[in-house]
């Protein structure tokens, strides 16, 4: 996609979604990152049910280390993988204590060393939360990247380097939101609304929807 369409494309998205924001409930740094932390191949909304049962216990890193990995997986049992991302919560819990005084750091070499957490992780703590200008890409950001021509890819890696380079400075802070939300709501994996698409004219895909 060129800088003019890819420009228009984001404008859109922005005037359609002012205020993007992510679909995880949170009420500090720290949950943002056990809720992510958590979300790997599960839904938002999965990850919310559990969370409002986890973090009225859990709110902070001590408290996470008081509740203990058993009660912790006890909270969060509905979620895929519960048992290994309890153990990661517990022990991510301990380093941030350990290493930085239970404070969610602002650094992507510091929130990578904690057991759990990715560079997709990462990117969207860093910029939910330090408003850092990075690219978180998952699952829908990656379709809709490909699927458009916005910034093809064949790995994740390839997307986020791509779409780094492709998406306005003036809209990068907010990009991977708009894309998630794109992707969850519109450009669905299986049935994509393409009637309802405010790019509809913008995307390269070869097998649009009327």
Known sequence: MNPEAAYEFFR?????????????????PYQLLVAVVLSAQTTDRGVNLATRRLFPLA???HAMLALG??????????IGFFRAKAKNVIELSRLLIE????????????L???PGVGRKT???VLNTIFRQPVMAVDRHVFRVANRTGLAPGRDVGEV????????????????HHWLILHGRYVCTA?????????VYDLCGCSDKMG
């Open 12 to 28: 859109r998205l922005a005037e359609r979604t002012p205020c993007p924001q992510t679909e995880l409930e949170y009420g500090n």
């Open 59 to 61: 709110p902070t890193p």
């Open 69 to 78: 990995e058993e009660k912790l997986a006890e909270c969060i049992k509905t």
């Open 99 to 110: 290493r930085h005084a239970g404070e969610v750091p602002p650094d992507r070499a510091a």
């Open 112 to 114: 990578e060393a904690l």
């Open 122 to 124: 990462a990117n969207v």
């Open 160 to 175: 986020e380097d791509t779409l780094m380079k492709t998406v306005p400075a003036d809209y990068l802070l907010d990009a």
């Open 190 to 198: 299986k049935k994509p609304h393409c009637s309802a698409c405010c």
